[in-house]
């Protein structure tokens, strides 16, 4: 009778362990119940449980079943609910370096919104691996969604479809609308932003303490008609961005990076940019764009607390060009800090668990032709140039996965005599003598 109650319960067992993690642990639990009745030894019981993990784990337990070619899936999402309050100077078009103050206008906005983003991770067998996500909101730059339209629903778009393909343990190559690569800040990059074209990853291990990360993308920017006339466009633009990062780890507990890079655009012309900020959106909006890269960061703890300190510096090499040619800016006095963007920062703490809590400010100047304003975060500097401000945030654990942040942003201008009427397409860009910014976040991961 033990040999086929034993039959039964591993029957019952095997079949239970292809559902869902709950009915596994019950079937542990009955197996020790048998056991305390004396309808099985020890032995026969550790027998039983042995055979039920291993079933469990071929058969995939909780997780979805998939096709046989997926190793593994990851299901991920978050959402967040943020107040924003801004306020910004902005000066009159007529404004010009011979008139005073009196002539700008007070521009102030708040709003409540909410972001959602799910997706999932996959890994096939043959060194591949794909993923997607999902996000509400429509504008290359933000997926948030504002409270107050009448209680109307919110779309869900494409924010990701990739494909990964890893060859070797030292390369990997990537095709598709993809989460950026490279090591960079929101000066240069906004986060929310994701590039559609390929990346090829190589990775050198120097040493035990040395690794070295050589990266290349070249993504499209605009494909446009061939066969359109050229004053309609007929040139795809592309951006061709390289990097080579180097990572440096003497101990556990020290890190330190250096990223040097290019960030080059073909000339050609732009379709509009979906942006939730002011923007570039001329036809020849990506010409003259040479950007020589250097972001970076020392990371250790003092006292066991984290601290961080991070940089980031662009130069343009063709940022004359691009003040004069492509935003037709006329007679202004310029010279080569419109060229230059810098950001300096330090952060303090970190946040993995409950009751974690973080700090983090930084310091930034952006020049006139420095950076391209349809890419860099529009939060720190409202999305204008020629713009220097701190940002300053903080966030605190509630649980593991919720989390609170509160962020203040200032920024005024970096030169206060421009002549906005001069100013050619660069004016909406430009003519923000001061500029304020609060939101507050609750976050949430799911």
């Not at 919110?154 to 494909?163: A, K, P, Q, T, W």
């Not at 690569?181 to 994701?194: E, S, V």
Request: glycine residues 10%; charged residues 20%; negative net charge.
């Amino acid at each position: 009778m033990k040999s086929t109650l034993k039959t039964w319960v591993l029957s019952l067992g095997l079949m239970a362990a292809a559902s869902i993690a709950p009915v596994f642990a019950q079937d542990s639990a009955l197996v020790e119940a048998l056991v305390k009745k004396g309808i099985l030894t020890n032995a026969e019981a550790d027998e039983i449980k042995a055979d039920l993990v291993k079933e469990y784990q071929k058969t995939g337990g909780g997780k979805i079943e998939l096709g046989s070619h997926v190793k593994k899936l990851k299901l991920y999402g978050d959402a967040r609910l943020r107040y924003t309050w801004d306020q910004r100077d902005v000066k009159s078009p007529s404004r010009t370096p011979a008139v005073t103050g009196g002539e700008d206008r007070h521009v102030q906005q708040s709003r409540t919104r909410y972001r959602l983003r799910v997706g999932a991770e996959y890994k096939f067998t043959d060194n591949f691996e794909g993923g997607f996500q999902l996000a509400s909101g429509a504008p290359n730059d933000s997926a948030n969604q504002s409270f107050g339209a009448g209680y109307g629903k919110f779309g869900i778009n494409v924010d990701l479809l990739y494909l990964k393909y890893n060859p070797a343990d030292w390369v990997s190559l990537i095709a598709g609308r993809q989460k950026l690569p490279f090591y960079t800040t929101d000066m240069i990059w906004d986060a929310d932003i994701n590039p559609e074209g390929a990346t090829e990853i190589f990775t050198w291990q120097a040493n035990d303490c040395v690794t070295v990360d050589f990266i290349a993308g070249q993504y499209y920017f605009a494909d446009n008609n061939e066969n359109a006339t050229a004053t309609v466009g007929n040139t795809d633009v592309w951006q061709f961005y390289e990097q080579a990062k180097v990572t440096w780890k003497p101990t556990k507990d020290i890190s330190v990076i250096l990223a040097p890079g290019v960030l080059t655009y073909t000339a050609g012309s732009t379709v509009p940019v979906n942006t939730g900020s002011p923007s570039f959106l001329t036809a020849d909006g990506a010409n003259n764009l040479n950007l020589l890269l250097f972001p970076g960061e020392v990371k250790g703890k003092i006292c066991d607390l984290p601290v961080r300190g991070y940089w980031d510096f662009s130069y343009n090499t063709e940022g004359s060009a691009r003040v004069q040619q492509t935003y037709g800016v006329s007679s202004q006095n310029r010279d080569l800090t419109d060229d230059i963007a810098w950001l300096v920062g330090v952060k303090v703490g970190d946040n993995k668990k409950k009751g974690d809590w973080s700090l983090d400010a930084n310091f930034r100047t952006v020049g006139l032709g420095a950076v391209d304003p349809n890419l860099a975060d529009a939060d720190p500097l409202l999305g204008y140039l020629n713009q220097q401000g701190v940002k300053v945030s903080g966030t605190y654990n509630f649980t593991d996965s919720v989390t609170g942040t509160i962020s203040y942003f200032t920024s005024w201008s970096y030169k206060d005599d421009l002549n906005v009427p001069q100013m050619g397409g660069a004016s909406a860009l430009v003519n923000a003598d001061r500029t304020n910014l609060l939101q507050c976040d609750l976050n949430w991961k799911f």
